[in-house]
Structure formats: C-alpha cells, structure tokens
C-alpha cells in the first residue's frame, strides 16, 4: 500500500494502509486510463467521496452551523492572525531557488508541455 | 474468457508479478499480454466484480509495485476486457500512443497533496484578521445569538471569507510545490478538504518535495492539516489520452 509521507505522528492518515487507501481512493475511481471499448464495473453502491465544495459551503445550514462556531470561539488574549502568507511566501521562494524545474532540458520541457497538452485539453488545470 | 486490465508498459519492464494477487475473490495470478513492444498486466475477471476494499487495495497494490519497477500507464479501477484477444487489438491500435505516454512518464511518480482546514483555527483566525466580522460576531454574542435571519447573514459573511481563504490556501500549497515538478493537477473535491491536487514528480525530486511539504505542513500546523501520498502510478496524468484521439 501506499506510503504516506508524513510521520504517523503528524495525524490524518496515519500511515496505515486504511489511511492510505483512504486518501487515494478517489484517484482509484476516477482517474486512471478509460478505454472506450473496455468495459468497466459499476460503482453502484460505492459510496459518492467526492463533492462539490461550493454547495456545501453555501447552505443555510452552513451560515448557521458557521455563526454558531464563531458565536462559541474564545476570542479573548488578543489573537493575533496566524503569519501563513509570510511564512508560505518564503517557503516558496526556497522552493523555486531549488530551480528543479529550471534545470529541465530543452527537452525536458517539451516533454512536460506536451504532457500538460494531453491531460488538460480543456485548460481546466490548476492555474 | 474476460480479463481484468491493470496496466500498460513497455516491453522491457522487468514486471515483478510474483506475489501479486489479481482482483476478486480468488486472487488469480498476475500475467502479461504482449504486442507491438508493449505489455499489457491482466488477470481473470472474477464475475460480477464490485469495488470491494479488498479489490481496491489489490489493484492499488499491483499498480504501486508495478510503478516502482518502471513506467506504467494505469487504467481506471475496474476495467475489463472480453478477452486476451481484444486486449492484443487494443495494444495494437494505441501502439504508438501508449509507447509515447510511457516514454514520457517514465522516471516520473504521481504525489497528491490533500489539505484541511482545522475549522475552530481557521474560523478564529478569520475574525482575528477582520474587525467588521468580529464586531458583528460581539453583537451576535451580546444579543444572546441574535434573531436568525441575523445569524444566517453573519454565517453568509463567514462562508464567503473562509471559501476566499480556501482558494487562497489552496494556492499556496500549489504554488510551494510547483517549482519541483513536472506537472500539477487539480483531483477531485473530497469533504472537507480545502486542497487535493496531484503532482508529477521526478523521481530524483522526491526528496525535495517531501522536504517541502513537511514545511509546509509545519507552517500551517494548528490550523491546517496537509496529507501526502504516494508514489503513485501517474493516474491523474493519463486520463484524457482517449479523449485526445
């Protein structure tokens, strides 16, 4: 099974192959080649893992359950918000100065533009 | 008789079947089909296959020690052909597509990236930054929780600053691992995560990228949480090949 990445101890998944499989499954069943005269199994009964996160979000349950959450917070002690976009920016940064990506071949990055060709003809890929 | 379509490959993979068990009940053997410098891994299609846990982790088995071994192209969970037969023809017919998508892949793995937001960390931390919503929600409080449709359109107000904070998020987790790989995509929505996006990552990248993530995963601990999976066969980057034909 797949390994996570991450100590167990980190939380979510924990790397046991429950956990694992857990977070991949959705791949499992909905990416993968499809072959037009194969055919495949039915999913019937399958439970539905994936969703579309703006409808959950915009409910009125949600404004509820959300102003309820907000209502119950302990806001005292002057909290200050967490300095994420500093911290990710230099993480970033690091990142790129690694210039993997840079260091590529010419053809190392044709083989990644065709690629991107291939798997995103509707541009809907992460921007 | 119908046979269960785990993967392609090049002609050359060194294809550790052994200990490999198929899908289904009685776990048949692993074998190869080859034509035209490709191999396509089978087993007998167990009848009436559904996507039990066992079968699940069987095919994701296969496919990951498969992956390890050399460049595959995966098939989707549950693909079944009517026979070896069909299986020839369709290596036959996609020859030189599926030996180009392989060249391609190889020394690549996939790594998918999901993210969730710790909500009482995430909701504090949006009041924190916003003094208009923090004095509607001091207002709410004073009132007692304050009339519903009060309530309903401070929520709204809400829900639209944490989907702004999980398209943010969501951004710099991508943005952070962009510069290391090869290609990056966005997989499906699943509950409660604001980010799951896989990436195509050189092998040799590997390191970088776990290095990465994990401060990544330190900068948002308590607020957010960030799992990494994989290597992966490359399911997210092969998926469109029919529809480009």
């Keep these: 099974m797949t390994i996570m990445a991450q100590p167990p101890t980190a939380g979510g998944g924990g790397g046991s192959a429950a956990g694992a499989l857990y977070d991949v499954i959705e791949l499992i069943l909905d990416r993968g080649l499809v072959i037009d005269v194969f055919v495949r199994v039915s999913l019937v009964g399958i439970e539905v893992l994936t969703i579309d996160a703006r409808v959950v979000v915009a409910s009125i349950d949600t404004y509820l359950r959300f102003a309820e959450a907000c209502g119950r917070l302990d806001l005292t002690g002057g909290r200050q918000p967490v300095g994420l976009p500093a911290i990710v920016g230099q993480i970033t940064e690091d990142s790129a100065e690694r210039k993997v990506r840079g260091a590529l071949t010419g053809a190392g990055r044709a083989i990644a533009d065709t690629i991107h060709d291939i798997v995103s003809p509707d541009g809907r890929d992460s921007a | ?245």
């Design chain 2, 1 to 245: 008789m119908a046979r269960y379509v785990y993967c392609f490959t090049q002609a050359e993979h060194p294809l550790p079947l052994d200990g490999l068990r198929g899908v289904g009940a009685d776990e048949t053997a692993l074998r190869a089909i080859r034509h035209a410098g490709l191999t396509a891994v089978v087993s007998d299609a167990p009848e009436g296959l559904r996507p039990k846990r066992r079968d699940l982790v069987a095919h994701e088995t296969a496919l990951e020690t498969l992956c390890a071994a050399g460049a595959v192209v995966p098939m989707r969970f549950g693909t079944v052909a009517p026979d070896d037969d069909a299986v020839v023809a369709e290596l036959a017919r996609g020859a030189g597509r599926y030996t180009e998508l392989l060249t391609r892949l190889a020394g690549h793995v996939e790594r998918n990236v999901k993210g969730a937001h710790q909500e009482d960390a995430l909701l504090a931390d949006l009041l924190a930054g916003n003094p208009e919503l923090r004095a509607r929600n001091e207002a709410l409080r004073a009132e007692g929780g304050g009339s519903q449709p009060d309530r309903v359109a401070f929520g709204e107000q809400v829900a639209l600053a944490v989907e702004q904070r999980r398209t943010r998020d969501a951004a710099y987790v991508v943005a952070a691992l962009r510069p290391l790989v090869m290609l990056d995509r966005h997989a499906p929505s699943v509950e409660g995560c604001f980010v799951n996006v896989s990436f195509l990552v050189p092998t040799g990248a590997q390191d970088d990228f776990d290095a990465v993530a994990a401060r990544l995963r330190t900068a948002m601990e308590g607020y957010a949480e960030l799992r990494v999976s994989g290597p992966l066969p490359p399911y997210s980057f092969v998926d469109a090949v029919e529809e480009k034909v």
